[in-house]
Nanobody
């Protein structure tokens, strides 16, 4: 059964850092576009960071550019979101996602459009407050 499982969320003070992990099961993350999204109650899910299927390009939302970094470890079949200089407005449930079309040329920008056809994790809460 295809599964993505996030971990690493929690409570952090403003200015602090967190690393979110997302482990894939029953499929490989290699040669797939991947991404991280976040959502608050009553709001749409928004893209945070995405990586193209080739691994050669990334997309970051303006609100996190320069502070967040997306990466993938093929050997561990796990993707990561490193978050630095966290702000209260970064508080949200964070979701990882992967495109089901392995080997297809998917850009980071395309990946960052949330879709029900993508594989999704269950979400992990990140709360930034002093």
């Amino acid at each position: 059964q295809v599964q993505l499982a996030e971990s690493g969320g929690g409570l952090v003070q403003p200015g602090g850092s967190l690393i979110l992990s997302c482990a894939a099961s029953a499929f490989t993350l290699d040669y797939r576009a991947i991404g991280w999204f976040r959502q608050n109650p009553g709001k749409d899910r928004e893209a945070v960071a995405c990586l193209s299927s080739s691994g050669g390009s990334t997309y970051y939302s303006d609100s996190v550019k320069g502070r967040f970094s997306i990466s993938v470890d093929g050997a561990k079949n796990t993707m990561y979101l490193r978050m630095n200089s966290l702000k209260s407005e970064d508080t949200a449930v964070y979701y990882c996602a992967a495109d089901p079309r392995r080997g297809m040329d998917i850009t980071a920008q395309v990946m960052c459009v949330p879709s029900s056809t993508q594989y999704w994790g269950q979400g992990t809460q990140v709360t930034v407050r002093s």
